[in-house]
């Protein structure tokens, strides 16, 4: 009994001089955790911990692995505050299976409506509602290049794919690798997207993959953005294969590749290494038509846990300085108006400028499609990339049927 009197005068002693011995926890899954994507969450996981809270890392190395570690975890009944999440059907099914909080009364409190762009407040809501948390915005089809690649190869940046095409023999003689390319579907996906907007137009491609209206693939235009995919896969590294999407960008870094096509996270692993934009690296959209492929990193939080630690979480994500930082780190924009940018990069202004212009800008497909047809469609260009003996026409048929399969 003595024993037991000492062990809760103890308690509250500590709980009296502040110390937080019995801090809440808050779960949170997710799959930052390159160098660059750590130090981001970071300034969200200090912020959590500054308001008293203990942060409990769950992460996967993917999103697949991500979702199957929360579904796991999920089943098992173990409660989790916050999940990373896509935009889209994905999450539109998990609200109405009852699965996710509605955020409108904490979204009111924090004036989300009055500080978030536009186009960040469309991918949060569903159904006029908010049921996610925005941490950041992407640009899904950057150009990134080593600029003393370009200038020992002495090539120019592409402004068109054919221009890409006539500089990369041009670079392999010169003794570096055209195209860093990181060999895993999602990887081959950004780059066959980014070609079909550069080369499509925005119109062609918000049709075909934002519209549902997959078979306008069936073209001649489809057919000419399907052939020249392939024609890029000689330009690749033979360590490409299975490779990571930060050691790709390790590869412009250390100046044995002259161009990778990646989200501006890259920018995060760029920063990390200490090289500046336009003076170590260059910056600007893949070549074609100029337009941004947006996308908005989301977390939802899940029904049945600690709602007083996801609003902590919440909090910590979305302030406008939490926001300057991690924007910073993370290589993304920042999801508020009220957020300073003038430290950012210099490609930071060349991403406002498009946004500026609905013409300039259009979703990232993954934000649009479901997950089921999202998919699909990467097993079919992966498998196109990846097997010579598939032809163009067979590319664009197979692409084609695997995604309505899966609609």
Avoid at 146 to 165: G, T
Avoid at 177 to 197: D, K, N, T, V
Wanted: net charge negative; aromatic share 10%; with cysteine.
């Amino acid at each position: 009994m003595k024993g037991k009197m000492t062990k809760l005068a103890l308690a509250s002693l500590l709980a009296s001089s502040g110390m937080n011995v019995f801090a809440e926890e808050v779960s949170v899954v997710h799959f930052w955790v390159t160098g660059s994507e750590s130090k981001a969450l970071s300034v969200i996981s200090d912020d959590v911990k500054d308001q008293g809270f203990e942060w409990k890392d769950i992460s996967g190395n993917n999103r697949s692995t991500a979702i199957s570690l929360f579904n796991n975890m999920r089943a098992a009944n173990q409660p989790v505050e916050a999940v990373i999440w896509q935009p889209g059907p994905g999450l539109h099914e998990m609200v109405d299976a009852d699965q996710v909080r509605n955020l409108d009364g904490l979204a009111e409190r924090l004036a989300w409506d009055e500080n978030f762009y536009s186009s960040v407040q469309e991918l949060s809501k569903y159904k006029g509602s908010y049921y996610s948390v925005p941490t950041n915005i992407h640009g899904a089809n950057w150009m990134f290049y080593s600029k003393e690649v370009l200038e020992k190869a002495q090539v120019e940046p592409p402004k068109s794919w054919q221009e890409f095409m006539e500089a990369a023999p041009k670079i392999q003689k010169a003794g570096y690798i055209p195209l860093a390319l990181g060999g895993e579907a999602w990887q081959e996906r950004i780059l066959f997207m980014s070609l079909a907007l550069g080369e499509g137009g925005k119109a062609w491609f918000d049709d075909v993959f934002l519209n549902g209206n997959i078979e306008q693939l069936d073209s001649e235009k489809g057919r000419k953005i399907v052939s020249m995919f392939r024609d890029l896969n000689q330009f690749v590294d033979n360590g490409s294969p299975g490779r990571n999407w930060n050691d790709t960008t390790a590869l412009l870094i250390q100046d044995k590749a002259a161009f990778q096509f990646m989200g501006d996270w890259a920018k995060g692993e760029f920063a990390a290494a200490g090289q500046k934009a336009n003076v170590d690296y260059g910056c600007s959209v893949a070549p074609g038509y100029e337009a941004l492929m947006v996308q908005v990193d989301n977390f939802i939080a899940p029904v049945g846990a600690n709602q007083t630690a996801q609003d902590a979480f919440i909090k910590a994500a979305t302030s406008a300085e939490s926001q300057e930082q991690f924007a910073s780190y993370k290589g993304s924009l920042p999801i508020r108006k009220d957020a300073s940018v003038d430290h950012l990069d210099a490609c930071v202004g060349y991403a406002f400028n498009l946004l500026e212009d609905s013409n300039k800008q259009t979703l990232n497909p993954t934000q649009v499609m479901s997950p089921d047809a999202m998919g699909a469609l990467m097993d079919a260009v992966t498998n196109y990339w990846n097997n010579p003996r598939v032809s163009v026409d067979q590319g664009v048929s197979s692409i084609i049927a695997s995604v309505r399969m899966a609609q």
